[in-house]
């Protein structure tokens, strides 16, 4: 079931999103700063491609102090512009019967999207 749910994600808009947020971390990466927020851009984009089947996982090694240093800085610069899109987006696909397990993906994603330094989607 995970299968066909990737599929139409990937369909009706997920892979350009993904495409989208992995073309951006590679812009990220263009600099020496940028390479850590951009590696988890790139991650953000691999996980929107197929979100189906996956569950959010924390790093054992997380809870660091460069971590926190890294989230705080990415939520307030990325993240929460990132989470309200995934929000809005949830919110817009929830009205719908047949939207409701794409609208929950994106509220999947959204922890992801704010604090994305320690965490995978596996």
Same mark, same amino acid.
């Given at each position: 079931m995970s299968l066909l749910g990737n599929i139409i994600w990937l369909? %009706?808009?997920g892979f350009l @999103? +993904?495409? +989208?947020? *992995?073309? +951006?971390g590679l812009l990220m990466c263009l600099t020496v700063i940028g390479i850590p927020f951009g590696i988890q851009q790139i991650k953000l984009g691999v996980a929107m491609m197929a979100p189906f089947g996956k569950q959010l996982e924390s790093d054992p090694d997380s809870g660091g102090c460069l971590h926190v240093i890294f989230n705080v800085l /990415?939520?307030?610069? %990325? +993240? /929460?512009? *990132? @989470?309200m899109v995934h929000l809005t987006s949830a919110a817009m696909l929830a009205i719908s019967i047949i939207g409701i397990p794409f609208a929950l993906q994106h509220v999947k994603l959204i922890p992801l999207a704010l604090f994305p330094f320690g965490m995978h989607l596996r």
């Open positions: 369909v %009706f808009g @999103a +993904g495409l +989208g947020y *992995i073309l +951006g /990415w939520l307030v610069l %990325f +993240g /929460w512009e *990132i @989470a």
